[in-house]
């Protein structure tokens, strides 16, 4: 495999995913840090060279590129147990993960940004008005994740995929939102098993 280099903000879940995915196949990436709040992911030499979209993780490998989190945690684990050898089971990881990025991240994550990073105090007009509207699409992907929890110890398969990687990422810090995951044992449950599993490294590692 390529070099490897994760241009990323340590504490963002999605590049944590990518973060948690090498450490359970054994692959060193080299780490290089970007201030989101101070707009470095902006910056000419960063649109240019490393993402046109602005945004971060993204995967170096080699001289190539590769943004969003989920397509870099295919690439490392692609050909690994991480990822299910039966045709459905692999495309129901697939369905968790694309579920995470367009119902449980921009509801979960967004209010752990909004509060942790920006300050309730600093929040726009538009966004104090869509607090009450994430709370609880939040609420329901936990539930959803809840339900399915208690028939299954993970997500796809019966056994630990990159599923559980996208899921946990920020499932495992949703109190920063404002979610208490109490409501949901299932839930708390699957976030033990998964940080007892050989390779697991915590988002400050």
């Not at 936990?142 to 339900?147: G, S």
């Not at 990159?162 to 939102?177: R, S």
């Not at 995951?181 to 599993?197: E, G, I, M, S």
Request: proline letters at 5%; a negative charge.
């Amino acid at each position: 495999m390529s070099n490897l280099i994760l241009h990323e903000y340590a504490q963002s879940g999605n590049c944590y995913k990518i973060r948690l995915t090498a450490a359970h196949l054994g692959i060193p990436i080299e780490r290089r840090e970007y201030d989101i709040m101070a707009g470095e992911t902006r910056s000419p030499a960063f649109l240019s060279g490393v993402n046109a979209n602005g945004r971060i993780p993204v995967l170096q490998v080699g001289d190539d590129y590769l943004p969003e989190s989920s397509a870099a945690c295919f690439y490392l684990a692609d050909g690994s147990a991480l990822i299910p050898a039966d045709r459905f089971d692999r495309a129901d990881m697939l369905r968790w993960m694309f579920w995470e990025q367009y119902n449980h991240e921009p509801n979960v994550a967004t209010l752990r940004f909004w509060y942790g990073w920006v300050g309730e105090e600093n929040l726009t007009e538009a966004q104090r008005l869509l607090l009450p509207v994430k709370r609880e699409a939040g609420e329901a992907a936990l539930t959803l994740m809840d339900e399915h929890l208690a028939r299954t110890p993970f997500f796809a398969g019966g056994r630990f995929s990159l599923a559980d990687i996208a899921l946990y990422a920020y499932t495992h810090v949703a109190d920063g939102g404002g979610f208490d995951l109490h409501h949901y044992p299932a839930v708390q449950a699957w976030l033990d098993r998964v940080a007892t599993l050989p390779g697991h490294i915590a988002i400050t590692d």
